[in-house]
């Protein structure tokens, strides 16, 4: 069945650092790809998507690029902000009549 | 505004309860989910509607019901609660299309003494 694997946190950055978080997934035939946010108290948001190979998601400053090839997914933002504290969750729909697969989540703390 | 609505937002009860908590949308989604999101983040799905009297089991077991008798809601109950039902519950919704995103509520932080 499908599966989304993504590096387990916490990651911990201080501000303006670069961010890289992995995700990698198996899925039979083309699916839509997602990065979700979930601040704390918080229910999870739509970051940014893509929804076929080499389209690049952006939002708020972060991008991923739909990487058939290497199955990836990989989150990136060129200079975070304390305010980008969050758990991140990579996910991915194939089709299937429950909708989305998610990974377990990464925790990223940004330090002043 | 189209958005997605839980209530409460947090509850603590004692054993031996009955709960419900809602879950109510107004995007016209046919589809709606339950996850319950353990300490550790991870999200899992215990219920899905595809529509108005369509209700599954999602992967992870649970004790809890759910009904769907109106397109925009989408109630999950607990006949009798138990400390091992803490944890915090997530309601979504999407629309039918084969690879739509999800849309979450703000969530039900449920605590059961």
């Known amino acids: 069945g499908d599966s989304v694997t993504q590096m387990e946190g916490p990651v911990t950055l201080s501000e303006e650092a670069f961010l890289t978080i992995n995700c990698t997934y198996t899925a039979t035939g083309y699916p839509s790809l997602f990065w979700y946010v979930q601040y704390p108290g918080e229910g999870l948001q739509l970051l940014l998507k893509a929804t076929k190979a080499d389209d690049k998601g952006s939002n708020k400053g972060f991008e991923a690029t739909y990487r058939k090839e290497t199955t990836s997914f990989h989150l990136e933002k060129g200079s975070v902000q304390v305010s980008d504290s969050a758990v991140y969750f990579c996910?991915?729909?194939?089709?299937?009549?429950?909708?989305?697969?998610f990974g377990k989540g990464t925790h990223l703390i940004i330090q002043p | 505004e189209a958005d997605i609505y839980q209530t409460p937002r947090y509850l603590v009860i004692g054993t031996g309860k009955k709960i419900t908590l809602e879950c109510s949308q107004t995007m016209g989604h046919d589809k709606m989910y339950w996850y319950q999101q353990d300490p550790g983040m991870e999200l899992h799905l215990i219920h899905y509607?595809?529509?108005?009297?369509?209700?599954e089991k999602g992967d992870l077991s649970s004790e809890s019901t759910v009904s769907r008798i109106r397109t925009e809601h989408f109630p999950l109950t607990l006949e009798s609660a138990r400390p091992s039902h803490t944890s915090q519950y997530l309601c979504?919704?999407?629309?039918?299309?084969?690879?739509?995103?999800?849309?979450f509520g703000p969530g039900t932080r449920l605590t059961v003494l």
């Open positions: 996910a991915l729909s194939g089709g299937g009549a429950d909708g989305l697969t």
């Open positions: 509607s595809y529509g108005v009297n369509s209700t």
């Open positions: 979504a919704s999407s629309t039918s299309g084969r690879f739509n995103e999800q849309f």
